[in-house]
């Protein structure tokens, strides 16, 4: 995302500001627990170094994330800067159309994207983050006809929130059929490019990356 200088040194001081913050006991052991749980499924011992910014108020999301952000956003991972912001359980069912509920999901859903970065040093194909994301999370979604899921493989660079569901189907169809091992293989086996994730994709598991095909074996 590109920010202007007077947005970025804005969001910054806020941050430095919201980061003094005291984190609650309950949320710094279930940071750990995660840690924990998301090592273990990538058999990585990663213990990936970042903090957790909570937010009373939209308009301090909006600051940091240098736009005005969605009502239904809980909570962001900002990669380069290592930072979690979320919303404090207090303020979820006040700032958002969540329940208060939703905060551990959604805490663990960005710790998930901070695992996929780790691992692959970028964060798309974004079905496949925000896949895993869900996935690891075990959060709810409304499930879809695979011949719909199948409509978030073009979601690669960028994301339309509509397409949750499709990802989070994908991804728990991969995995309950092929295994994690192979899933964790794709995240970690490729570059940049839209081409070299496909071609791995086949090599891995042993059919073409398109919608088709997906549908066909899964």
Known sequence: MEYDKEKMEKANNLVKILEKKEIPIEITNFKEETIKELNNFYNYNINPDFKIILLDK??????????????WMIGRTIYVIGKIIIFNIDAVERETNHKKEDFYKTLKHEIAHLYFFKISSKGHPKWLNEGMGYF???QDYKDLPLEQAVEAIDQFNSFDGKHYPHSAKLVRLLIEKYGKEKIIELINSWYYKRDEFENNFKEIYGFKFTKEELIKNL
């Open 58 to 71: 939209r308009e301090e999301f909006d600051i940091i994330s240098g736009e005005k952000t969605k009502d």
């Open 136 to 138: 690891l999370a075990k």
